[in-house]
């Protein structure tokens, strides 16, 4: 297309024809160049979306995980609590077993 225009203009001078072309040429490669690129950034923006979306999902596990291990925690604690109890029960019950043992019917 510009060689057309530029080879129909008889007042253009060989020099200035082979700047011109020399200049469209550089063009064709620079928009190829750009083309690559646009390529590239497309292909690393899916690449960084997947890795976002796997990121998220395993955080999304991680945040299952922290929150069974609370729960497995407080259940725990809760047992704990409860044979705390159970053990001063009975620490009482042999506190009052001891008490009202009666020395006297030792042979």
Known sequence: CLETVV????????DKYEV???IHNKADMFT??????????AQQEILCGSKENSLRAEI????????????LVAKSQLKFEDWKKRLAGVEESAVKSYANFDNSEIP
Do not use: Y
């Open 32 to 41: 190829e160049q750009l083309q690559l690129l646009r390529r590239e950034v």
């Open 60 to 71: 999304e596990q991680l945040k299952t995980k922290i929150r069974r291990k609370k729960q």
């Open 7 to 14: 080879n129909n203009d008889s007042m253009i001078s060989d």
């Open 20 to 22: 011109i072309m020399d």
